[in-house]
T-cell receptor
Framework: NAGVMQNPRHLVRRRGQEARLRCSPV?????VYWYRQLPEEGLKFMVY????????ESGMPKERFSAEFPKEGPSILRIQQVVRGDSAAYFC?????????????FGPGTRLTVT | GENVEQHPSTLSVQEGDSAVIKCTYS??????FPWYKQELGKRPQLIID?????GEKKDQRIAVTLNKTAKHFSLHITETQPEDSAVYFC????????????FGKGTKLSVKP
């Protein structure tokens, strides 16, 4: 919902640089999910985090990608040594701590362009 | 793991007609099935969802049906309007605090005035 904030909205990086994407969940939400969307394609799950814990990172490449959700502050998706294939829209979503039904609310996304 | 197939990939209808989008899933453990609408350059927005203990759910012009035996669920939009034009994604997941959603590839719906 509108409460999930992501920044920056657009990010341009040269090959080999690092990209840091930030996600602030809806206030009170303690579950964060990161998805990647390539042009004209669906959303691909990357990683699921709760505060200070990575719950499921099965969709995230083992190299160059990392994610964290510290006790204080936003969740960070970090991509090291970016390559052109990393160009995509990265969305995060959040859910409340006690959710039982699975609802996830998406942020506006960060559009990463690697030149 | 879960796999979600969505059809059709594109759908064009006249204003006022109905639109139906279908999805199938593979993991019988999935019990939460949301539908998202994404307008160009914007975030996916949840428009309706259904849980495995319900066969059908309706919200004004939008309805979703679920057949757990056949592992498929569908989105129905009646009396379509030009503002319904967007990409629609279905998804399936275990529900609750157990993890992520697996999305279909999307259906681009065009409603012609």
């Amino acid at each position: 919902n509108a409460g999930v904030m992501q920044n920056p909205r657009h990010l341009v990086r040269r090959r080999g640089q690092e990209a840091r994407l930030r996600c602030s969940p809806v206030k009170g939400h303690s579950h964060v999910y990161w998805y990647r969307q390539l042009p004209e394609e669906g959303l691909k799950f990357m990683v699921y985090l709760q505060k200070e814990n990575i719950i499921d990172e099965s969709g995230m490449p083992k190299e160059r990608f990392s994610a964290e959700f510290p006790k204080e502050g936003p969740s960070i998706l970090r991509i090291q040594q970016v390559v052109r294939g990393d160009s995509a829209a990265y969305f995060c979503a959040s859910s409340p701590r006690d959710f039982t039904q699975g609802e996830q609310y998406f942020g506006p996304g960060t559009r990463l362009t690697v030149t | 793991g879960e796999n979600v197939e969505q059809h059709p990939s594109t759908l064009s209808v006249q204003e006022g007609d109905s639109a139906v989008i279908k999805c199938t899933y593979s993991d019988s453990a999935s019990n939460y099935f949301p539908w998202y609408k994404q307008e160009l350059g914007k975030r996916p927005q949840l428009i309706i969802d259904i849980r495995s203990n319900v066969g059908e759910k309706k919200d004004q012009r939008i309805a979703v049906t679920l057949n757990k035996t056949a592992k498929h669920f569908s989105l129905h939009i009646t009396e379509t309007q030009p503002e319904d034009s967007a990409v629609y994604f279905c998804a399936a997941g275990p529900g609750g605090s157990q993890g992520n959603l697996i999305f279909g590839k999307g259906t681009k719906l065009s409603v012609k005035p």
